[in-house]
């Protein structure tokens, strides 16, 4: 491959670098502190006007000081060794209550609130279900994914471990049974038989997943193992200033070893010889400049990627979720007068999330219908981090909410017959709807208003999050997950998971094996690939 100069003419350091990373989010972020602290050259290059994708934090609200997670939100993939190799300046908090589920029992408002203590839930349990039996069989369903989540989490930073040997690891056959290979919802069923709790259980394999319970794909078993993995013990905590708090830290890390991070730089086309290096094509308001790696980082979609090589796209991902970000004048009250709304916010608030409601949900959803009852979750980040509003607010009680709706694929706003917007506007006012009916005051009554005297409320749809960050079809994880090992059986994956076709060419996003989520994982793994490590 020839050694093209228009790098320099565009005012980069250099012509060739070691490594060139298409995409400022977090996972070319991390790929970028890990090889310049290796002492590689690295340029990064963003199409935005800012590092982070859809890890950043932004006030949305004009004239309103709340910098708020407006996409990702909360953190548990994340390594705790990335944070300490990258010598980052970034914490999480842990939230004191894991979950609040309202419900109503006997005409009467209740609910279910797991935290503050094994005492405290076990008494909520057998409030809800009139026994101590669903309680210890969460217990028992839950140390089970603790233990698997103690094995397979290490493993996601580490080449890429053999369908056999994960299952070696792991050495639990019903273990592996249950989350590997029978479907989510036959474990549920067998397991537990309250509706509402076995709702709750199945919420995590539905997240920015569109799947039944019974799907035969077990795209929902791969998002469910996600969620309970993190950090060896499915925790998920709240980032300390938000979700940009760690793209900015990992930008100076790399900034400060010696990375070059340009922004409004859109590439255009990878063109490679597949041995040596690889040229990017890339555009600036000024124009075309091309420049050349020894090594392609691409922090990009599958799609994206094939768009950039000239390759046959990959199956077209879907996203499914309803983003709401709200800002709130005062937290609302509770009909369910048994807990403290600080309480029940500060955790992941369920809404219509009962194991009937979320199929039922499902089964409009796939019909081409929006849902009539939209099942969310909420939790109120500033509870546990009120250092994400000025302190003027914090005084007066300002506080956050963000919501989370499930089954909502893309395709029921693209086919709506008003329209993408009016679809989006029915489905966010039926949710809040939901919500409103476990409240003792409309949540329209708490929300703050902005400098121009409108509500604090936005709502994303999977076509904004396309439109805005380019994820395929809206979807969070760029395609569906995959399951963290090499499958014998399929095409080679590669060591770490991140390898393409072209030894010059890897894949740091979301869509690499063991990606998704705000792990950094991909981007670490891929700076290893290229370390040789």
């Not at 807990?339 to 796939?366: K, N, Q, S, W």
């Not at 009680?397 to 694929?409: A, C, R």
Request: glycine residues 12%; negative net charge; hydrophobic residues 40%.
């Amino acid at each position: 491959m020839t050694n093209w100069s228009a790098g320099r003419a565009r005012g980069f350091a250099q012509d060739v670098y070691d490594a060139v990373i298409v995409g400022g989010g977090h996972n070319g972020l991390v790929a970028a502190a890990y090889l310049a602290r290796a002492g590689r050259s690295v340029l990064v290059l963003e199409r935005l006007g800012h590092t982070g994708g859809a890890a950043v934090s932004t006030r949305p609200f004009p004239g309103v000081d709340a910098r708020l997670s407006r996409y990702s939100y909360l953190v548990s993939l994340l390594p705790a060794k990335i944070v300490r190799e990258l010598k980052l300046r970034f914490a999480v908090r842990k939230r004191t209550v894991a979950s609040y589920t309202p419900a109503v029992r006997d005409g009467r408002p209740t609910g279910l609130l797991v935290g503050g203590g094994e005492a405290r839930t076990r008494e909520s349990f057998v409030r809800l279900t009139g026994s101590d039996r669903e309680y210890e069989r969460w217990r028992a369903f839950y140390a089970m994914t603790a233990r698997v989540a103690e094995q397979v989490f290490p493993t996601l930073t580490e080449p890429l471990p053999s369908r056999a040997a994960l299952r070696e690891r792991i050495g639990d056959e019903t273990a592996w049974r249950t989350l590997f290979e029978e479907p989510l919802g036959r474990t549920i069923e067998e397991r537990f038989t309250d509706d509402l709790v076995r709702g709750v259980v199945l919420t995590d394999g539905l997240i920015g997943t569109f799947a039944d319970a019974h799907d035969p794909s077990l795209a929902q078993n791969r998002c469910f193992l996600y969620h309970v993995i993190g950090g060896g013990t499915g925790d998920w905590d709240v980032p300390v200033g938000g979700m940009g708090a760690l793209t900015d830290a990992l930008a100076e890390a790399a900034r400060s070893a010696g990375a070059e991070i340009v922004t409004g730089h859109e590439a255009l086309r990878i063109d490679t010889d597949g041995v040596t290096a690889a040229e990017v094509t890339f555009r600036t308001a000024g124009g075309e400049g091309r420049v050349t790696g020894r090594r392609v980082l691409v922090n990009a979609s599958p799609r994206d990627l094939a768009g950039l090589l000239g390759t046959a796209p990959p199956r077209p991902a879907e996203g499914a979720q309803l983003k709401v970000n709200m800002l709130l004048r005062r937290l609302p009250r509770l009909k369910d007068t048994s807990v403290d709304p600080r309480e029940a916010f500060a955790g992941t608030f369920h809404i219509g999330e009962g194991y009937a409601e979320l199929a039922r949900a499902y089964g409009e959803a796939a019909s081409g219908e929006l849902p009539s009852a939209p099942p969310s979750e909420i939790y109120c980040h500033s509870l546990t981090d009120p250092g994400i509003l000025a302190p003027d607010l914090v005084e007066q009680g300002y506080q956050t909410l963000t919501l989370f709706g499930l089954h909502t694929p893309a395709r029921l706003f693209g086919k709506h017959a008003g329209g993408a917007a009016e679809a989006k506007e029915i489905l966010l006012a039926a949710t809040l709807a939901q919500l409103d009916a476990h409240l003792a005051e409309p949540i329209a009554d708490c929300l703050a208003e902005d400098a121009d005297g409108r509500p604090c409320i936005e709502a994303k749809t999977p076509l904004d999050l396309e439109r805005e960050l380019r994820l395929p079809g809206g979807n969070i994880f760029h395609r569906d997950l995959s399951w963290p090992y090499r499958d014998e059986e399929e095409q080679d994956t590669g060591r770490w998971g991140v390898e393409t076709e072209h030894s010059t060419v890897l894949l740091c996003g979301a869509g690499a094996v063991r990606g998704g989520g705000v792990s950094g994982i991909p981007g670490h793994n891929a700076a290893m690939a290229v370390l040789g490590r």
